[in-house]
């Protein structure tokens, strides 16, 4: 007789290459090299709008008049400080643990506004409730990053300003200066270019979540507890400590070509989608040397050898510097410090998250797969106790 299991389906570990939704947020076309917002190019919007416009455009679906963007920064700028119920507990947050590790702060940081804000599950809100979580969510995202890192390190949070937009705030609250517009520029294109990049295991994950009903910052959490891994999240950090290992120019074949001929991965290289240049990495290598200095013009050098001694013993891989390898030089030349790097990247994908959310909540079908049980067969006998 036919069991259940007869009807299951087989797919690729991992998920490769399955489609198990429709979206109208946005797709990565790895072998063209380019990725989308709705309509727009990613890379288009990131050279021409501000973060703002792009957040808007994942919640409504199109761009801003300039009514619409001026009352929509006011919204952001208001939901930004920290509830004081928040604000008490992020000193206690920040002390945790011997090494500082700010997403794991921010997912108990999330759980805590949740709270503090009643937040209540998704399954309970109309569209207009449910948008003003994830507004809420996003932007008081950069301002817990920022006090968490201050607070560990002996200095005061700063107050978000105002006057000042996603990626200049971000700066302030982080270095305590407000940067200079090319910084905030460079940074804000950085933001634009990794709000979202597919059905990724965070956004995935994301989902999965939002289809139970649970709360929006559930949601994010779990989207965090993913992007922390070393597979998913991006190691800028990383990728800047091995520029810093080369050292010079007539170090980069002795230290790059061993490690690769023994099988090591060269962090910032090669993309599980992309099967040519990354367009982010092409981006910000130019944003990069518009910043100036001899770590974008050295790091320009690292990269060409480094695609050059893949081709050379991976034959057939189409391996090309990613996003984190110039994302890194960008970070470090607008003065982030490195310990910041993957929560800067938390910043802008938090956005992205909490748009393929609220599309999910639309849906009202919880995301239920199955698995295919290979153990002993069942049932055995249970052995006495003794």
């Keep these: 007789m036919p069991t259940q299991h007869d009807e299951l389906i087989d797919v690729p570990a991992g998920l490769r290459n399955v489609a198990v939704t429709a979206t109208e947020i946005g797709d990565v076309r790895g072998q063209e090299g380019f990725f989308h917002y709705r309509q727009y190019s990613a890379i288009d919007l990131a050279q021409s709008r501000t973060f703002e416009d792009v957040w808007f455009l994942f919640l409504e679906g ?22 004081g119920e928040l604000q008490a507990v992020l000193p206690a947050i920040a002390r945790a643990g011997v090494r500082f590790t700010p997403l794991t702060g921010l997912r108990a940081a999330l759980s805590h506004l949740a709270a503090a804000r009643d937040m209540r599950p998704l399954w309970d809100l109309d569209p207009v409730d449910r948008r003003r979580d994830a507004t809420s969510v996003c932007a008081v995202v950069p301002t817990v990053l920022a006090a968490l890192y201050r607070l560990r390190t002996g200095a005061e949070p700063l107050a978000p300003r105002a006057d000042l937009g996603t990626a200049a705030n971000w700066l302030y609250m982080v270095t305590g200066e407000e940067p ?35 709360d929006l910052p559930a949601a994010v959490v779990a989207a965090l507890g993913a992007f922390a891994g070393p597979l998913h999240g991006g190691a800028p950090d990383r990728a800047l400590e091995s520029i810093d290992a080369i050292g010079s120019r007539d170090r980069i074949d002795s230290w790059v070509r061993p490690r690769v001929e023994s099988g090591d991965r060269i962090m910032g290289f090669g993309h599980a989608v992309y099967r040519t240049e990354d367009p982010r990495a092409r981006m910000l290598r130019e944003t990069a040397l518009g910043l100036g200095g001899e770590l974008a013009e050295f790091a320009v050098e690292v990269e060409r050898r480094v695609v050059e001694i893949l081709a050379e013993l991976k034959p057939g891989r189409e391996l090309y510097a990613n996003v984190e390898f110039y994302a890194g030089v960008v970070m470090e030349r607008c003065g982030i410090p490195r310990s910041m790097f993957t929560p800067t990247f938390a910043v802008s994908r938090t956005v992205g998250w909490c748009a393929n959310i609220l599309e999910e909540a639309t849906r009202g079908k919880i995301i239920r797969p199955a698995a295919r049980y290979t153990g002993p067969e069942a049932p055995h006998p249970v052995p006495a106790a003794r």
């Design 62 to 83: 199109r761009l801003p008049d300039p009514d619409e963007r001026a009352r929509f920064a006011t919204d952001v700028a208001a939901m930004r400080p920290l509830p």
């Design 180 to 214: 200079p517009p090319e910084h905030a520029a460079a940074i804000e294109r950085y933001l634009i270019a990794t709000v979202d990049h597919g059905f990724n295991a965070s956004t995935f994950t994301a989902r999965v979540v939002a289809s139970s009903g649970a």
